[in-house]
């Protein structure tokens, strides 16, 4: 490398981020030492300092470290802290990069909401100086008191993990960022309502945790792909664009959805132990061009109740859904569908006709007739159906019953040896 041109050397000097292998790369030379202020990124990872003969106890002595070399850097644009650090320092490692710093990531470990450096505000409250910021990465965050960000107009990503909040709290905190293109609020939790309106957001992800109601309402126009988890209530205005939908909730129940007219959406998933059967036919009817569907949830009912699905046609299901080309389904919704009259309309004039595979998971033997039949339907009037998987997992009633409905569903398979499988 002596023999490069002192551009060409910076230039590579420059994809390092690693604040180790920064550090290292200034010993090697004073040409490479000359290069370090160049550099764009720094990552310090969680084990940056595990090496020091220091102890845990002196965490916050590595301050000063980071300090040196974030103020080193002369164009910093991305700066990603997961290694233990003394939240108040912050702002000062900020303030000389506010003008072109553009990424930042920061892994908090339950501070954020503690008052700043002066007594006042929040220990988060500096990152309001960084004006050209474009995605902001926080983990472990406390957000129990809203902090003071002003408006970040150029940050388009924003992503939250582990926080603790307050109602109120998180709203304030997101609409200071109303240019928002994609949201992600992961594992978080203290809030019973959700409320955001964001015009330019176009993905969205959130997944929180607990037991209780949370409900969830959202305007946001340009929405194109919505994944939500632990909401047992959901509202999105009708005026979305939204293309893929997943929806899931593994404690309590979903009680309500509604989201008008789903007329763009291709890829619809419901997951969850128990739904009222009103959210679920609410999503279904208004998601009739879904090219694909996956159903895993348990039982429906509105109270304490678990009920089983009621029975559907299968004939009105896939009329009703005639562009479904991949279909993964539950053994719940595949026992609705195997009910006494699922089957009364089915004809020789019936077709479904982009189904190309179905994914059948089987935890029951009871009214195992049925469920072959329904087998037997989906293969004989699927002209396009390329391939059908039958899951048999965890079957209850482990007896005769569940060793013959099995040995059917082998002479099943072996019928169909090109399309049907076995897991």
């Known amino acids: 490398m002596n023999y490069l041109p002192e551009g060409v050397v910076q230039q590579i000097l420059s994809q390092l981020k690693n604040a180790r292998d920064v550090a290292s790369s200034t010993c090697v030379s004073k040409q490479w030492q000359s290069c370090v202020p160049y ?3 720094l990552f310090f990872s969680r084990a940056a300092f595990d090496y020091s003969p220091r102890g845990n106890h002196q965490r916050f002595d590595y301050d000063d470290t980071i300090g040196r070399m974030v103020e ?3 164009r910093l644009e991305e700066l990603v802290i997961y290694c233990p650090f003394n939240p108040s320092n912050l702002g000062k490692w900020l303030i000389p ?3 072109t710093l553009r990424v930042l990531e920061l892994r908090m470990d339950g501070f954020g909401d503690k008052p700043g450096p002066d007594g006042t505000g929040t220990q988060l409250d500096c990152i309001h100086v960084a004006k050209q910021l474009e995605q902001l990465k926080i983990w472990g965050v406390s957000l129990t008191t809203a902090p003071k960000w002003g408006v970040l107009r150029k940050l388009k990503n924003l992503e939250i993990v582990g926080a603790t909040l307050r109602d109120g709290v998180l709203e ?3 609409h200071a960022f109303p240019n928002l293109v994609s949201l992600v609020l992961l594992s978080c939790d203290g809030v019973g309502l959700v409320k955001f309106e964001l015009e330019w957001l176009e993905r969205c992800r959130l997944d929180f945790l607990g037991h209780g109601s949370i409900a969830l309402f959202l305007s946001t126009p340009r929405l194109e792909e919505l994944n939500v988890q632990g909401f047992s ?7 979305h664009r939204l293309r893929t939908l997943s929806i899931a909730k593994t404690h309590g129940r979903v009680y309500n959805v509604e989201m008008g007219k789903l007329a763009e959406v291709e890829s619809l998933y419901l997951r969850g132990i128990q739904w009222s059967w009103g959210a679920i036919s609410s999503v279904l009817q208004n998601a009739t061009d879904i090219t694909q569907l996956t159903m895993k949830v348990e039982f429906c009912g509105n109270s304490e109740t678990l009920l089983p699905f009621p029975e559907v046609d299968l004939v009105n ?6 562009k479904l080309q991949k279909f993964e389904i539950h053994g719940a919704m595949f026992a609705s569908l195997c009910q006494k009259n699922s089957l009364a309309n089915v004809n020789s004039n019936f077709v479904i006709p982009s ?3 179905v994914s059948v998971i089987v935890r029951s033997p009871l009214n195992a007739e049925q469920k072959l039949n329904t087998l037997e ?3 004989m009037h699927s002209p396009k159906l390329q391939k059908m998987v039958i899951r048999v997992s965890q079957m209850k009633n482990c007896n005769e019953a569940a060793d013959d409905f099995f040995e059917e569903v082998c002479k099943f398979q072996f019928m169909n040896q090109r399309i049907v499988c076995i897991e």
């Open 39 to 41: 550099i764009p990124s």
């Open 72 to 74: 080193a850097a002369l």
């Open 97 to 99: 990069q506010g003008n």
């Open 172 to 174: 304030e905190a997101v």
């Open 233 to 239: 209530s959901i509202w999105v205005k009708p005026n």
């Open 317 to 322: 299901f896939f009329n009703s859904h005639p």
């Open 355 to 357: 189904l190309e595979e």
């Open 377 to 379: 339907s989906l293969v």
